[in-house]
C-alpha cells in the first residue's frame, strides 16, 4: 500500500528506459498506473541484483502489470487482495460496487492482457509467454525468477 501511495518513478529512471526500450515499449510503459510502473522498475532491479541480463525477462519484469490500465486504484488492489486472502464471496460483493466490476475483471486478466500489449508493443513471444504464466511459470528458470521478483517487490 505504501509503494501505491508514495511510490515514485525519477526523471533518471525513465530517462534510463529510453537506453533499452523501443518507442512502442516505452509508450506501453507510460500508459501504466504509477504504482505499477515503481513496482516494474523495483522488478527490473531485483532481476539485475540476482545476477539477471537476459532481455526478455527484463522487459517482462518492466511490464508484466501492463495489463492491469491506468485506473486500477488502490481501492481496487484492496479489495482484490482481500479476496485472494479471504475468499471469492469478498469478490463477489466487490464487483457490485461502482465501477468495482470491470477493474477486478481486468486485475484477474492482467496476465494475458500485459502479454498482449506487450506483443503489440514489438516485444518478443518469450517475453509474453513469461508475463502470461508469471503466477505459475513453465519456465523453471526465468519464469521462476520472473515470479519472485514479483513476489519480493
Not at 513469461?130 to 505459475?136: D, E, K, S, W
Request: hydrophobic share 40%; net charge positive.
Amino acid at each position: 500500500m505504501r509503494s501505491h501511495l508514495l511510490g515514485r518513478v525519477t526523471l533518471q529512471e525513465l530517462k534510463a528506459l529510453d537506453g533499452w526500450l523501443t518507442p512502442a515499449q516505452r509508450s506501453l510503459f507510460d500508459s501504466m498506473h504509477r504504482a505499477d510502473q515503481r513496482h516494474g522498475l523495483d522488478v527490473v532491479a531485483s532481476l539485475r541484483a540476482a545476477g539477471h541480463r537476459e532481455p526478455d525477462l527484463l522487459l517482462a519484469g518492466l511490464l508484466h502489470d501492463a495489463g492491469k490500465g491506468p485506473d486500477v486504484g488502490l481501492r481496487h488492489r484492496v479489495a482484490w487482495s482481500l479476496g485472494e486472502r479471504y475468499g471469492p464471496s469478498v469478490l463477489r460483493i466487490a464487483r457490485h460496487l461502482p465501477g468495482f466490476g470491470v477493474r477486478l475483471e481486468r486485475i484477474a486478466r492482467h496476465a494475458e492482457a500485459s502479454a498482449e500489449l506487450c506483443l503489440a508493443a514489438g516485444c518478443s513471444a518469450r517475453t509474453a509467454d513469461l508475463i502470461r504464466h508469471q503466477a505459475q511459470p513453465l519456465d523453471p528458470q526465468l519464469g521462476e525468477a520472473l515470479r519472485l521478483a514479483d513476489a519480493q517487490n
